[in-house]
């Protein structure tokens, strides 16, 4: 991964919306590159969607049934059959469906197709939207031909009631425009069933793995507790976002943890399957939960990152603000061919453009150099990864046919410049995508009155305010006549929260991932509100 920095100039319109366009390509971003869902989900699953004769399983049958097989977060198979009833295929269902009699009399029953469909679900999860439904009618299906089927389903409402608790509707047509999801058939089972596969996608992109695997795990079972702590403890953390804190017995912090269900990822680390000795050992110790709401998942993971930073928990991994940082300098040598040098960049220096990429220690930089000459077959020697950079000696990579000589002349420069450029153009110079500093609205849609106001300034995290005046004592006010985003006056939070306007990396990293997705920011109800400093007379 690498990591990449710039501040702006003011962009014009045309340029900002290029700007945008290219900033999803990015590779520093760690965007999905290709349809693999998140490995937080269960290994193995089966998406599955019945259509029916009705709603009742015990005399309804199923007339279709349609399913997407996934191994390691990989589609390897879609299926789909339609089943005889051998009953009335009632009118509303084929004006639902538009499943015409014809198209079931002579297919198999299901008795025909249920060794088949139960080759395809053993040892995977089952996943369904509303999975009670679908669960009963299979089960059913199943003890008719004379088969006992049992499962514990995944049920992908829940799942987006779980993750996006700031939406009312769950249904599958609701979450279909939710993401703007392309459909053919409505109602047909494979044509849903592969809604839940693009649903789960989106959510892979929006999620970090610990959150989709916390959820999955509420959903499929519930763990035991740590022998030294109440059930209380759980009972009262919310089922939205924020940050929580472990303490053992005598009041000593453990850890620091975010999510945007508390509840759920609390319970997430008390999962009797976690192999990890550290998470074992930290269980054992567990004796109080705290907890701070935040309005959405943007909040809490800079809160997170920033009292890691200041309180030192015991089993976090440590969390410091670094003074430097490395980049990559592009220099063009005395025979045309472009080089590499890592160099310092100073994170108080806010004023001069950055070049290429932007990591936390010179050997960071170098691992990542290793891979861009492995993919883009750059010359070692050329990248000062090997020898002397200006002996004309062919380097030891072009014996092996990963160099094409550019170090003894033998690739002429235009063809490995060309490379070379190809290969920063994912590390290019980050710009700030706005005229100057911002305030970021956060508030959760289902608890107006929960809201929080971030001043940030070319990726820089200035301060957390709970009043909106708040922002001219900082020096700055409302660019233009914009109408002042509301809030509460009664808060008692600190104004100043998390206040630090040094350059934080890890912090950079959050604000990054959010500001340029667009659908991270609506599905987190953040608003931009442009501001200017104020000048004093």
Request: glycine share 4%; proline share 5%; charged share 25%.
């Amino acid at each position: 991964m690498s990591y990449t920095l710039n501040y702006l100039c003011p962009l014009d319109n045309q340029k900002r919306a290029d700007l945008r366009n290219n900033l999803m390509q990015l590779n520093w971003l760690d965007q999905p590159t290709s349809s693999r869902l998140s490995s937080g989900f269960p290994e193995a699953m089966v998406l599955l969607d019945c259509e029916t004769t009705g709603g009742k399983a015990i005399y309804h049958r199923i007339i279709e049934i349609g399913l997407v097989v996934i191994e390691n977060g990989e589609l390897i198979e879609k299926w789909q059959t339609f089943i005889d009833p051998k009953i009335p295929l009632p009118p509303f269902i084929q004006r639902l469906t538009g499943i015409s009699p014809g198209m079931v009399n002579g297919a198999p029953e299901f008795a025909d197709i249920a060794e088949e469909l139960l080759s395809k679900l053993k040892g995977r999860t089952l996943v369904a939207h509303n999975a009670r439904f679908d669960y009963s009618f299979l089960k059913n299906e199943f003890e008719r031909a004379g088969i006992t089927y049992n499962a514990k389903p995944l049920c992908s409402v829940k799942f987006s009631r779980n993750l996006y608790p700031q939406f009312k509707r769950h249904g599958l047509s609701q979450i279909i425009e939710r993401f703007d999801l392309k459909i053919e058939n409505r109602h047909r089972a494979l044509d849903d069933a592969e809604m839940i596969y693009q649903f789960f996608q989106k959510s892979s992109a929006l999620f970090s793995d610990d959150e989709i695997a916390a959820t999955c795990k509420t959903l499929l079972k519930r763990p035991s507790l740590p022998t030294l702590l109440d059930a209380k403890e759980i009972e009262k953390l919310p089922a939205s976002a924020g940050v929580y804190y472990f303490y053992d017995q005598k009041g000593t912090l453990l850890y620091v943890g975010k999510s945007v269900h508390i509840r759920n990822r609390v319970m997430s680390h008390f999962s009797s399957d976690h192999k990890n000795p550290k998470d074992l050992q930290m269980s054992t110790k567990i004796a109080h939960i705290d907890f701070e709401q935040t309005p959405s998942d943007f909040g809490a993971q800079i809160r997170e990152s920033n009292q890691i930073k200041a309180l030192s928990p015991l089993y976090n991994r440590r969390l410091r603000k670094v003074k430097k940082l490395f980049q990559y300098r592009s220099t063009e040598d005395s025979n045309g061919y472009l080089r590499l040098n890592i160099e310092t960049v100073e994170t108080e220096d806010t004023d001069v453009e950055q070049q290429f990429g932007l990591f936390r220690s010179p050997r960071q930089a170098t691992k990542q150099m290793e891979k861009l000459a492995d993919q883009y077959f750059l010359c070692h020697k050329l990248l000062g990864l090997e020898g002397d950079r200006n002996s004309r000696q062919p380097c030891f990579r072009s014996q092996l046919k990963k160099c094409f000589g550019a170090c003894h002349g033998a690739e002429s420069s235009k063809n490995y410049n060309e490379r070379m450029t190809a290969a920063l153009k994912n590390y290019q110079i980050k710009l700030w995508p706005y005229h100057g500093p911002i305030l970021v609205e956060e508030r959760d849609p289902q608890s107006p009155d929960q809201v929080a106001f971030h001043i940030v300034d070319r990726w820089r995290y200035i301060a957390k305010l709970s009043i909106v005046d708040d922002i001219y004592d900082l020096g700055y006010q409302l660019a233009g006549d914009s109408s002042r985003p509301s809030h509460d006056e009664n808060s008692s939070s600190d104004p100043r929260d998390d206040a630090d306007d040094r350059f934080d990396l890890d912090i950079y990293f959050i604000l990054v991932r959010f500001m340029v997705d667009q659908d991270k920011m609506k599905m987190n109800n953040l608003k931009v509100w442009p501001l200017v400093e104020v000048v004093h007379e």
